[in-house]
Nanobody, 127 residues
Framework: QVQLAESGGGLVQAGGSLRLSCAAS????????MGWFRQAPGKEREFVAVIRGSANTSYYADSVKGRFTISRDNAKKTVYLQMNSLKPEDTAVYYC????????????????????WGQGTQVTVSS
């Protein structure tokens, strides 16, 4: 069982930065791929980024590539999402999620493949 808790959301002007954190409980954190998803009002939950358990591989949605960076500290059982050059279209509730299955990269893009989810943190980018 893994419990996830996001923090770090808030209101920021376009062009600004935020760093989201996701703290996890449980003893096997390093085995999980950790992903970030987001959901804007009236839209489906969409993939943002994922990092494998060993932290040596990460993947990003095209919409955030070059602006967002995902990282993890397995000793602290925490995954981070550094968001730079924020745009109004980045406004959403951001969720972290844990996937216990080691697989090919394709599985990480679907929220249906994740086992555990946090409650989400609101990010609002003003123009």
């Amino acid at each position: 069982q893994v419990q996830l808790a996001e923090s770090g959301g808030g209101l920021v002007q376009a062009g600004g930065s935020l760093r989201l954190s996701c703290a996890a409980s449980g003893r096997t954190f390093s085995r999980y791929a950790m992903g970030w998803f987001r959901q804007a009002p009236g839209k489906e939950r969409e993939f943002v980024a994922v990092i494998r358990g060993s932290a040596n591989t990460s993947y990003y949605a095209d919409s955030v590539k070059g602006r967002f960076t995902i990282s993890r500290d397995n000793a602290k059982k925490t995954v981070y999402l550094q968001m730079n050059s924020l745009k109004p279209e980045d406004t959403a509730v951001y969720y972290c999620a844990a996937d216990s299955v080691l697989g090919t990269s394709g599985r990480y893009y679907s929220p249906n493949n994740y086992d555990y989810w946090g409650q989400g943190t609101q990010v609002t980018v003003s123009s």
